[in-house]
């Protein structure tokens, strides 16, 4: 199954501490054994990196810790999806036309993504948020 997995899926099954990181590793799990092909948008690791090196966990989780787990965790095991400006484009003009606003923006790359490389689940813990982006890809979405 091709999988595309969110920012905060990761964030989850990377970081024991997070409250539903029992349940989110056995995602990150299927990657890693090759019973699902796992891809994460580019956006994401920018953002996977910035929330590592802030969560309020103790001990904190130190640049070079966070470098590796990404290292480990996506690029060792992800095809990361990159967006064209023609992606971008498209993605603006469906959030200009539909009223989305704000932060949500983010999560529209990540998205669009998924369904640029016609992904079969998104794997998020913001399924409600995803579901106001792209209405028609919902069934798509998944919780972990």
Not at 130 to 141: Q, T
Request: glycine share 6%; proline share 5%.
């Amino acid at each position: 199954m091709r999988v595309l997995l969110d920012t905060s899926l990761l964030v989850a099954a990377m970081v024991e501490a997070h409250p539903v990181h029992a349940r989110a590793l056995p995602w990150l799990q299927r990657v890693k054994d090759g019973t699902h092909r796992g891809f994460v948008a580019a956006h994401s690791i920018a953002e996977l990196y910035s929330i590592l090196t802030t969560l309020p966990v103790q001990p904190r989780i130190a640049p070079a810790i966070a470098w590796r787990l990404i290292h480990q965790n996506v690029f060792g095991l992800c095809d990361v999806v990159s967006l064209s400006r023609e992606d971008y484009a498209i993605v603006i003009d469906h959030l200009s036309e539909s009223g989305i606003v704000g932060g949500l923006t983010y999560d529209a790359l990540i998205l669009y993504a998924g369904i640029k490389t016609e992904v079969e689940r998104v794997v998020t813990l913001n399924e409600k948020d995803f579901r106001k982006i792209y209405p028609h890809f919902a069934d798509r979405l998944t919780g972990p």
